[in-house]
């Protein structure tokens, strides 16, 4: 009787941890992508505020996104405010809900972020 419990409590456990890390993981990489967009638009906006060329400074906005395994999807700038607008793009991780269609756009992340050249 006392083993019955303890496989259901271990059973409700284990769902509630894999509901916690399917449903988690957009979140916890927008955290992640957040900090790696505004990295990747403050090294473009040095290397622009330095006179390198602007096909430079997408360059190692790119450099900087890759090496915390995201891809650069759009880049612009300086504007009329003199900003540099760098968006990057990670999966999130999941094995289950991404298999579903209303589910499936939830893990495809991506964030902006814009740093000054002035």
Do not use: C
Not at 11 to 32: D, K, M, Y
Not at 62 to 76: H, I, L, M, P
Not at 83 to 104: C, D, M, Q, W
């Amino acid at each position: 009787m006392i083993a019955g419990w303890l496989a259901k409590i271990v059973v409700v456990i284990a769902l509630l941890g894999f509901a916690a890390v399917e449903l988690g993981s957009p979140l916890w990489t927008r955290a992640q992508l957040d900090g790696i967009a505004h990295d990747a638009a403050d090294e473009a906006a040095r290397i622009h505020r330095n006179r390198a060329g602007l096909d430079d400074a997408r360059t190692v906005a790119e450099e900087r996104a890759k090496r915390d395994g995201a891809v650069v999807t759009a880049y612009s700038g300086p504007d009329n405010q003199g900003l540099i607008h760098v968006t990057v793009y990670r999966e999130a991780k999941s094995y289950l809900l991404h298999n579903f269609g209303p589910t499936k756009d939830w893990y495809d992340v991506s964030v902006e972020a814009s740093a000054d050249t002035n």
